[in-house]
């Protein structure tokens, strides 16, 4: 599976769009790209995939480039129970996938 | 529809003690993963089943780790003898196929402590 990059930790303003960055330059075809977010003593939370195309659902938005080789995971009015671990993982769709989890971006809604 | 169950939420245990973790997937999900993380870390695989099968395990420690998934539904993983680098957050996670692609809900996870 591909392997990601992403910033150790970003700040956002309570209210504000949180826009947080995912490199993954070397994804293949067929791997999509997941959010999870893990809130304080909590387990993963899953929040959005996609493969090509921009998805949006309840929670974020994801924002995947042409050449698929970055996105982004917009929040788009964070609040503080918004601050969590926020991973981007790439991995093929098929059944019983192996996902490859990083360090992943802290991100600290500030009031 | 209820989520990932775990138990226990907590565990503290000496060292060379052995130890149990339970989890009950949610329903009809056929697959099935145990996760370790480390504090300061991302989560990662143990093992995984699919049904009652072995998937992967290929980052399993068997000479301590075990696990099994009975009749396809609950899995215990166990540890023994424990060691203090075993001091993680064990996470066991189900996954079931959505539009494109699978996706995996996780359970709140177990503490454990190893003194």
């Known amino acids: 599976d591909a392997k990601t990059t992403q910033p150790p930790s970003m700040d956002c303003a309570e209210g504000r769009a949180a826009n947080l960055p995912c490199n993954h330059s070397t994804i293949s075809g067929n791997e999509y790209v997941y959010w999870y977010r893990q809130i304080h003593s909590q387990g993963p939370q899953y929040i959005i995939h996609g493969l090509k195309n921009n998805e949006t659902n309840e929670m974020a938005s994801l924002i995947i480039t042409e050449d698929r080789k970055s996105s982004t995971l917009i929040l788009p009015h964070a609040t503080l129970r918004d601050t969590a671990v926020y991973y981007c993982i790439v991995s093929r769709g098929n059944y019983g996938q192996n996902f490859v989890f990083g360090p992943g971006t802290r991100l600290s809604v500030l009031p | 529809e209820a989520g990932v169950a775990q138990s226990p939420r907590y565990k503290i245990i000496e060292k060379r003690q052995s130890v149990a973790f339970w989890c009950n997937p949610i329903?009809?999900?056929?697959?099935l993963y145990w996760y370790q993380q480390i504090l300061g870390q991302g989560p990662k695989l143990l093992i995984q089943?699919?049904?009652?099968?072995?998937?992967?395990d290929s980052q399993l420690p068997k000479d301590r780790f075990s696990a099994e998934r009975l009749k396809g539904v609950d899995s215990t993983l166990k540890i023994q003898p424990a060691k203090l680098e075993d001091s993680a957050v064990y996470l066991c996670a189900s996954s079931v196929r959505l539009a494109g692609g699978d996706t995996q809900y996780f359970g709140p996870g177990t503490r454990l402590t190893v003194l």
């Open positions: 089943f699919q049904n009652n099968g072995v998937v992967d």
């Open positions: 329903s009809g999900h056929a697959t």
